[in-house]
């Protein structure tokens, strides 16, 4: 498979602010990612970590400082209309809406600007509107509209140029469940038409849910790109047993064993067991199983988890 996107020491730096001594803000310090075509890639930091600084070069808004970026095969620095005609971008919030207009003349307003005109572009806002769930609301205005519904708008709004690269910015921030249910399907219809996603997400349980791969980045250094299985397989040092129905006895034979880190018991009753290797593992569910134990399962660590582990404490992160 080709890589959509992909970049090769990318830095980019900002002059420090006067009072702060001077010098720069590296907000990307050498940056190689790697964006298979067709895929979904989840970009997940903490603030600051560099997300929209990559998205912005990404989408030509900012040029790099050194090193380079392409989408699709086209340098952002030298092909940038190539680029633009390339990539949709989703940046959420009320930037890029006009309130007093109805989504249709968003969308119209929009579409002239990528030369869209007449039936064409009648025919393209139509569709689009449909498939985010807008047609209803097409002739209201905007600045009515709820937060989830403006997310919508703003992905309709990326959409309208028919890229094969989409960039989306926290795209389900402030969507109702249902909303949100319905963005992954979409999502879902967007990779099936061979169009490759990157998305910046504080959401763990929707990197989890639509990302191949995720990428974890922080001070502007990649620390991590793997799917989410594996990128949790890796902290097997986390790895941890649930069981119902376990005898005292047996609690405390499980906490004796070498390689359980910790064993208890819920309100509820249940067992938790953490383990520090999966040979602890395997040992406590053989224990557990001889004791007549069945109601039990292994649980891995939730991308939550894992990001908490490697942004928090980047020295755990486990080699594969
Ligand atoms: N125009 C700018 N001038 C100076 N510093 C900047 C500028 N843009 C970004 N930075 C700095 O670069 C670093 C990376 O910022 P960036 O906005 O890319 O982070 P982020 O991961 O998108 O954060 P958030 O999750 O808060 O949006 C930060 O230290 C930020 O202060």
Redesign the pocket.
């Known amino acids: 498979m080709t890589d959509a996107v992909e970049t090769r020491s990318l830095r980019?730096t900002?002059?420090?602010?006067a009072g702060r001594g001077g010098g720069e803000?590296?907000?990307?310090g050498g940056v190689d990612l790697s964006i298979p075509s067709g895929s979904v890639r989840g970009l997940l930091?903490?603030?600051?970590?560099?997300?929209?600084?990559?998205?912005?070069i990404l989408s030509t808004v900012l040029l790099p400082s050194s090193g380079t970026a392409s989408v699709l095969g086209h340098d952002v620095r030298h092909e940038t209309l190539a680029v633009k005609r390339s990539i949709g971008v989703v940046f959420g919030g009320d930037r890029g809406l006009y309130g007093r207009l109805t989504p249709r003349q968003n969308l119209q307003l929009w579409g002239a600007l990528y030369d869209l005109h007449g039936r064409a572009l009648s025919r393209r806002v139509d569709e689009l509107l449909e498939r985010v769930g807008l047609s209803g609301r097409a002739r209201d205005r905007v600045d009515g509209f709820s937060r989830g519904m403006k997310q919508r708008l703003h992905l309709a709004r990326g959409l309208i140029s028919d890229p094969r690269v989409l960039i989306l910015d926290e795209p389900t921030s402030g969507m109702d469940p249902v909303a949100v249910r319905d963005f992954r399907g979409l999502i879902g219809e967007l990779t099936a038409e061979g169009r490759t996603l990157l998305l910046?997400t504080?959401d763990m349980a929707e990197a989890e849910a639509v990302c191949d791969e995720v990428t974890l980045?922080d001070n502007?250094v990649l620390l991590a790109t793997d799917t989410p299985a594996r990128l949790a397989a890796r902290l097997s040092t986390l790895e941890r047993v649930e069981a119902d129905g376990v005898a005292d006895d047996v609690l405390a034979g499980l906490s004796a064993l070498s390689g359980v880190s910790k064993a208890h018991r819920e309100t509820g009753g249940r067992v938790v067991v953490h383990t520090t290797t999966p040979a602890a593992t395997s040992e406590v569910l053989a224990l557990l199983v001889s004791a007549g134990v069945t109601a039990l399962r292994t649980v891995r660590p939730s991308l939550e988890e894992v990001y908490l582990h490697v942004i928090g404490d980047r020295g755990m992160l486990v080699s594969p």
């Open positions: 980019r900002f002059p420090a602010r803000i590296v907000a990307l930091g903490p603030n600051g970590a560099g997300k929209t600084t990559l998205c912005k910046t504080h980045i502007g």
